[in-house]
């Protein structure tokens, strides 16, 4: 057995959390020092897993502690095994009321695992799978040749996909441990949706769009039913909206003081011109920055 120790990975991926997400990488760190890296531990925990202490413990606040955790697991960095709703009771009588989570990905860092093929990386991992499933998903038939230009034998070696049953296409869209992964968020927020709806929210929506507007409907905080809320934002994305509101808002400000252009009036959710034209905050970055400018061309 090596001497322990955990590798910083430079890429985009660390330096985003680094500079956008401190607090997520905060808590991605802790999870990388105390990450097991082989089997056999006394407390029966597995490659990659480790208990998260309160939240206290990180000097957060309970809110930015949940935030941290969910873009991590948003992001596939980690997996949320269990809560202390979901534990089963203990046989030894002795319990936990730690949440238990495994890294994932070794994009940021890399725990130098003692293990063979059990690889990490999220993504390796993925491609391995997905070479198998596509040699399931192949059979060699036979065509008779009917070209003009024939071939010396009579019919041609080709390879045809087999179509997807329906079981299939829903392997396809989302995994077992996605599903497990929201509801265990959604039993760490005190919160019950049946496992149909949720298959049915990551058919219609992904994860990531998933997993954003329930945060964002947990942040308003003004829900009577909250299925039909997370149903509702995650149809519109109110939380991308939302996103993009705080960002144009900002941009348009600082391009009205940065060009003196005192006919742009600033409201909360929109600008207007000296035409009475306005500019909601809620398109696209790209399409309300493109839009802002080319109105001003002649002015800059």
């Not at 993925?126 to 059979?139: L, Y």
């Not at 039913?225 to 509702?232: I, L, M, P, Y």
């Amino acid at each position: 057995m090596s001497e322990r120790f955990i590798k910083f990975i430079p890429s985009e991926e660390a330096f985003w959390l680094i500079h956008k997400k401190p607090n997520a990488f905060r808590l991605l760190t802790h999870i990388a020092n105390t990450a097991r890296r082989y089997e056999g531990h006394p407390d029966g925990l597995s490659i990659g897993q480790c208990h998260l202490q309160h939240w206290k413990k990180y000097n957060l606040t309970e809110r930015e502690y949940r935030t941290a955790k969910e873009i991590l697991v948003t992001r596939k960095h980690i997996l949320i095994c269990e809560t202390n709703r979901t534990r089963k009771k203990s046989t030894t009588g002795t319990t936990t009321v730690s949440t238990l989570v495994k890294l994932l990905s070794s994009t940021v860092y890399d725990i130098n695992s003692e293990c063979n093929d059990d690889r990490i990386d999220d993504r390796a991992t993925t491609d391995r799978r997905q070479t198998r499933k596509n040699k399931k998903e192949q059979e060699v038939v036979f065509v008779k040749e009917t070209s003009k230009e024939k071939t010396q034998n009579e019919f041609a070696q080709i390879v045809v996909p087999l179509p997807l049953s329906k079981k299939s296409k829903e392997i396809h869209e989302f995994s077992l441990e996605q599903i497990q992964s929201i509801q265990a968020y959604l039993e760490h927020i005190d919160q019950s949706i049946p496992v149909p709806t949720i298959k049915r929210w990551l058919k219609s929506y992904g994860e990531e769009r998933l997993i954003r507007n329930i945060s964002y409907v947990l942040e308003k905080n003004q829900f009577r039913v909250f299925g039909a809320s997370v149903e509702d934002s995650c149809k519109n994305d109110y939380a991308q909206q939302n996103d993009n509101i705080q960002i144009n808002r900002k941009f348009a400000s600082d391009f009205k003081a940065r060009f003196n252009l005192f006919s742009l009036k600033i409201h909360k959710k929109y600008c207007v011109d000296e035409n009475g034209n306005d500019y909601q905050y809620s398109l696209d970055v790209t399409q309300f920055r493109d839009t802002l400018e080319r109105k001003f061309r002649k002015k800059l």
